[in-house]
């Protein structure tokens, strides 16, 4: 018997993970984080309903938080096997997971501070009995606030990845195996065909990861693993097209030419990995066409900066136009007046810059890091730009900017809106619904059985109901804990 369980990523975009077990073995694909929710941290704490340390094998798709992000907790449990993933996807995890787990360190010890002032304040002429059940209360507070995992655990958890390169098939338990496809999403994202040979059948169950878009730069574009017996298909934008890219490129450079006229800054959220150096790219290549003068351009996240690396040390992975410019001695992802900020001073100090600089700064949905500064000193001011790239959680910062708010809360102050706010959907990592439909047709002649994932329900009902008129695919819609018998 062949069952595919789901414990992320089952009508919500995030906390992607699925659990496939035979007679003979269990695999996961992916354990990433809940993010966004006012529930997140709680789900994030929920383990999936298996046994973690007899898993047999881990297949991760790509290294974005809500796919990686928990990967340390097996170890926690007991986890002794491998992580297969392309090196360069190991490479990224590496960066991803030491920044979660330490700025899960620092928030933890930033809320024990708060809550040490705020408790001398309570227990001030309490009697002894309410001070006492007052100190149960906040130790049952910090047991749930602790860190989900320890720097030291991530350093234990990385012996675990196994490299595999595109197109290479290899056995990761028994009777299973599993082969990589370019996804096109981020620096080493996969699809997966993962073979299950159960007695005399042989099936195939396809995870699609997130299938980026036809034409973005620098990574090639994603492949189809055919043929599959089950689909598990992404659906992130199910309900909607992205603008084309060529008019997002096109709005972009009108976006950078307004704020160079009326001497305002730039400022996109971008998350570290893709969206960033995608971005980067765009306006390198702006320049290099003579479009736009030379313009102080700063990317103001270290784990950003560690990731650009990452894809100057990946060339293997580049598209017909990266490989280009790398023939003309040319780097994709530099130009004159780049530069890269490396310490908390000089982030700060672009704050002190009133005007004509473009920040590109993590994280992209502005739940926290280095850009909550940047959108607190720039969003009062009316020549300033605030430009979102990439999809917006429900619950986020960035997504009630893009909800057009007047007034926003950033550290606890509320910051009146002035600034001009841009939603650039084209730059999108992932596909939209006629990109998802045209990845899904070399599949239509084996007629998967077909789940859609990592989508809200919007979006799945939408992509269901093209699909379905389509390809005369029918789509189930998974939630969290159900169990599919294959």
């Not at 860190?147 to 290479?168: I, K």
């Not at 096109?250 to 730039?266: F, R, W, Y």
């Not at 047709?441 to 009902?461: A, K, M």
Request: proline share 5%; hydrophobic share 35%; charged share 20%.
């Amino acid at each position: 018997m062949i069952q595919l369980a789901f414990y992320g990523a089952a009508g919500e975009v995030t906390g992607s993970c699925y659990v496939l077990s035979t007679d003979r073995a269990q695999v996961m694909v992916d354990m990433g984080m809940f993010q966004g929710e006012k529930d997140a941290d709680e789900k994030n704490r929920r383990l999936p309903a298996v046994e973690l340390g007899k898993l047999d094998a881990v297949v991760l798709t790509h290294a974005h938080l809500d796919h990686c992000g928990r990967l340390p907790l097996l170890v926690q449990h007991g986890y002794r096997g491998r992580i297969h993933c392309t090196a360069a996807t190991a490479d990224v995890a590496e960066i991803i997971l030491r920044d979660s787990a330490y700025l899960q360190k620092e928030d933890y010890e930033r809320a024990l501070r708060h809550r040490g002032n705020h408790k001398r304040q309570k227990n001030h002429g309490a009697s002894n009995h309410k001070q006492s059940r007052n100190n149960i209360q906040e130790r049952n507070r910090s047991d749930r606030e602790a860190p989900l995992y320890t720097e030291q655990e991530v350093e234990r958890l990385l012996p675990h990845f196994s490299p595999l390169g595109y197109g290479q098939t290899a056995a990761i338990a028994e009777g299973i195996s599993i082969t990589l496809f370019d996804a096109g999403h981020i620096l080493g994202a996969s699809s997966v065909r993962m073979t299950i040979q159960d007695g005399e059948r042989t099936m195939n169950v396809v995870f699609s990861g997130d299938v980026g878009p036809v034409g973005a730069p620098i990574l090639r574009d994603p492949r189809t693993p055919a043929p599959a017996d089950v689909l598990l298909l992404e659906s992130t934008y199910g309900d909607r097209d992205h603008r084309s890219l060529d008019a997002t490129r096109d709005e972009l450079l009108a976006i950078l030419k307004q704020a160079e006229a009326s001497h305002g800054n730039v400022i996109i959220p971008a998350f570290a990995v893709g969206r960033t150096q995608d971005i980067v790219f765009h306006i390198g290549e702006f320049i290099r066409a003579g479009k736009l003068d030379p313009t102080p351009v700063i990317i103001d996240s270290p784990m950003a900066v560690s990731v650009t690396q990452l894809y100057a040390r990946h060339t293997q992975v580049y598209d017909e136009r990266a490989v280009e410019l790398l023939h003309q001695q040319m780097k994709p992802l530099s130009f004159p007046g780049v530069r890269f900020t490396h310490s908390v001073e000089e982030s700060k100090g672009l704050n002190d810059v009133k005007g004509g600089q473009v920040i590109v700064s993590a994280n992209g949905m502005c739940t926290g890091g280095r850009i909550l500064h940047h959108l607190r000193h720039n969003l009062p001011d009316p020549n300033a730009h605030v430009v979102i790239v990439g999809y917006q959680g429900n619950g986020t910062l960035g997504r009630r900017l893009v909800d057009g708010a007047k007034f926003v809360s950033i550290f606890g102050n509320d910051i009146k809106v002035r600034a001009k706010t841009h939603t650039l959907g084209g730059f999108s990592a992932h596909a939209g619904q006629t990109g998802l439909a045209n990845w899904v047709e070399p599949l239509q002649s084996s007629n998967p059985r077909l789940f859609l994932t990592h989508g809200e329900d919007g979006p799945r009902r939408e992509l269901a109901n093209v699909l379905q008129k389509r390809y005369a695919l029918s789509a189930t819609f998974p939630q969290y804990g159900n169990i599919a018998t294959l």
